[in-house]
């Protein structure tokens, strides 16, 4: 026997094994991949890419129909479906239902996961009784509400919505022209809560007064009234930190930062119309001698970084958010929205190079710019029409709102409530799902939420007997 033949083809054996292994794998590995990435074969044997739905509830455990059929898992739950539009309804005993068509982009995921059932019917508690309620104000984080009755400098500040609210008295004593005698004959124009909900930045005016303040939450003692303390006639202020301890603010057109700790005005920008801030970065608009131009400027660096260029007359309005590990920058210049994303900001010295993900005609000019708690959604406003622009699906949606009071109710539900009937009236960003949550009391100049834990909504009715007027806070468990 040649042992060395033997050798020759075990050899060749082996080889031949580890390469139909080697290419097993790399078959194997590609199929998972197509997978991952969608590709399936057909009923017809053709192969097509499709996309994932990921399907999520509050509260979970939600019947899902696609397309009218019945899917095999409840909610929370996820499913390949084909590119285009699905309809996907989503059904609770005790709760209303809610429906959606969406549509799928082959190779990408579609998270749907902010449906919100509303129960129908449901537990109802009378809270609190006022004679008279001047304003009712929520906290972003819908940790908090502050309210004042008939004019009094003792305001309240409610808090713990979670369990049971509690109650706890503010004097606003001294704070701001005129509240001397233990009323405040003013009417808030702007207030705004630092983000760890301690202090509060306040605009009051009337006839004769318009003082810029900060409420101390913690500490009355504390409460500062900018206009007459640092001697500064602010136009619009931005909490600057967290804590609150230092306000940027439009002094003269100058962006101005007044720091509380160290109790210093510094000048940051010069010749600015108006601005808007997040984190560390300012968006504003400069008017010179050459021209009007919307710039970029990061605290802390030497130059702005300049956007575009505007004509005179024209209206501008901008807002900076950051959502899924992405910066936007957003912006209208009269009815022509921009919208443009980019991991981090320009830095000074560079030149604007945000890629443009949006460009389009509004059917509003804009007057007012808010951004949702949780970043996802900027809402341009002009009277009760609305523009409300998602930066997860970089798309936006227009319709009108019923009421110039844009507020949101949680991240994703915004409400009004119809003066006539008093209706408490909430939907999906989107203007999708309207949904009744009171047929009648509702009062469209208090806030409202739904507490962070997804328990209760809270609201103030209105109530009259015998001709007098007067307000409950109500609580009704979700």
């Given at each position: 026997?040649?042992?060395?033949k ?28 197509a ?10 044997f053709?192969v ?5 739905v990921?399907?999520k ?6 019947t ?6 019945k899917h ?5 739950t996820?499913?390949m479906l084909t590119?285009g ?6 059904e ?6 809610w429906?959606?068509?969406i549509?799928i982009?082959p ?34 984080d ?11 400098i ?20 001294n ?21 760890n909900g ?21 500490d009355e003692n ?18 600057e ?13 100058k ?7 160290n109790?210093?005005v ?7 119309e108006s ?8 968006v ?5 001698e ?22 005179a ?13 992405q ?14 994303r ?5 830095r000074s010295?560079?030149?604007f190079?945000?890629l443009?993900?949006n ?28 523009v409300?622009?998602?930066a ?13 009071n844009?507020?949101?109710l949680?991240?994703?539900l ?10 408490f009236?909430a ?12 047929v ?14 997804e ?13 007098v ?10």
């Open positions: 026997m040649d042992i060395e033997i050798r020759k083809r075990r050899t060749i054996k082996v080889l031949i094994v580890d390469l139909i292994m080697a290419i097993s794998v790399v078959i194997i590995v590609a199929i998972l991949v997978v991952v990435a969608g590709w399936r074969i057909s009923a017809d053709t097509e890419q499709n996309g994932l990921s399907i509830t509050k509260p979970t455990g939600a899902v129909f696609i397309d009218d059929e095999p898992q409840v909610s929370n996820s499913k590119g539009e699905h309809k996907i309804v989503l609770k005993e005790g709760y209303e239902s429906e959606k068509t549509k982009t190779g990408w995921l579609y998270r749907l996961e902010y449906p919100k059932l509303v129960k129908q019917n449901r537990e109802k508690e009378e809270l609190k009784t006022f004679a008279s309620l001047d304003f009712f104000y929520v906290s972003p819908r940790t908090a509400a502050i309210y004042s009755e008939e004019n009094t003792e305001w309240t500040l409610v808090t713990d919505f979670n369990n049971n609210p509690k109650y706890e008295t503010i004097n606003l004593k704070l701001f022209t005129g509240s001397e005698n233990g009323e405040l004959n003013l009417e808030i124009k702007y207030l705004e809560w630092s983000k301690e202090k509060i930045l306040i605009n009051a005016v009337n006839k004769t007064t318009n003082e810029w303040g900060i409420i101390n939450l913690k504390k409460h500062i009234n900018l206009s007459k303390e640092y001697n500064i006639k602010i136009s619009d202020a931005k909490f930190d967290s804590a609150g301890e230092k306000i940027l603010g439009l002094v003269e057109n962006i101005t930062r007044v720091d509380f700790s109790k210093t510094s000048s940051l920008l010069e010749k600015v601005f808007n801030f997040r984190e560390n970065e300012i504003y608009l400069e008017n010179s050459k021209g009007r131009k919307i710039k970029i400027y990061r605290i802390g660096e030497e130059k702005s970084v300049e956007v575009a260029e505007v004509e007359g024209q209206t501008i309005s901008f807002a900076l958010t950051k959502f899924n590990s910066n936007y920058l957003i912006y209208t210049v009269d009815k022509r929205l921009f919208a443009y980019a991991n981090d900001y320009p010295g560079t030149s190079d945000m443009k993900v460009e389009n005609d509004l059917g509003i000019v804009p007057t007012e710019v808010k951004t949702s708690l949780n970043n996802e959604f900027v809402i341009f406003r002009e009277s009760s029409r609305v409300v622009y998602d997860e699906l970089e798309e936006w949606n227009e319709y009108d709102y019923g009421d110039e844009v507020r949101f949680d991240n994703y915004l409400y009004r409530v119809d003066e006539a009937s008093g209706k009236l939907w999906d960003f989107d203007s999708e799902n309207v949904r009744t949550l009171v009648d009391r509702g009062v469209n100049t208090f806030d409202a939420l739904i507490t962070e834990n328990k209760y909504f809270y609201y103030i009715g209105r109530f009259e007997e015998e001709g007027v007067y307000y409950k806070l109500i609580r009704e468990k979700l």
